[in-house]
């Protein structure tokens, strides 16, 4: 009976390293997926580490902690994103992926956090080019960058007159309220 538990037991430790062994091995990426670049590195706990991307077009950035735990955050807008200050991030414990879109501004900055629970954090991050083509439901909708930017301003320049139309109603009923206090006290 006890020779059945021992192989039972050595049956479920094989199992967990063969488990290991498999999750370990290179992740399968899809074949619109062109590898561009590896980038290894060490970052401290509290620190940040920055790169610069310069490749146009949709871009996939997949990181991997080694050692540690190490974030992702991009931005289009500063070459040294933060976790106060991105577009996008990716702060797992485990495979950060961030999905860079191709209407971007380049370059996009890339900041690797190395996060303060580790005192240091080892990291490879892969550079994948993204060839997939989007199928539209409604048919092609081809933009170009021009009219991508041109429908950026547009939205941001709705929401910064929305801004204005909010602060305008409070400092008219702000006003209101401190004519209504001096009239009472």
Known sequence: MAALWRRILL???AAQVLSVVNTSEEEDVPEEWILLHVVQGQIGAGNYSYLRLNHEGK????????????DLYVSDMTLHPSFDEYELQS???GQD???????FRRPVG???YGHPSHLESEFEMKVYYDQTVVQYPFGEASYSPEEMEANR?????????SQD???LFWTI?????KLILEILF
Not at 97 to 103: D, I, K, M, N, T
Not at 173 to 177: A, R
């Open 97 to 103: 992926v961030v999905h860079v879109p191709a209407h």
């Open 59 to 70: 871009i996939v950035l997949q990181m991997r902690s080694l050692r540690g735990d190490a």
């Open 165 to 167: 139309e909010e602060s």
């Open 110 to 112: 890339i900041g690797i």
């Open 91 to 93: 702060v797992t414990c």
């Open 11 to 13: 049956i479920l430790v």
């Open 173 to 177: 009923l702000i006003g209101i309220l």
């Open 153 to 161: 301003k547009h939205s941001e320049s709705a929401e910064d007159a």
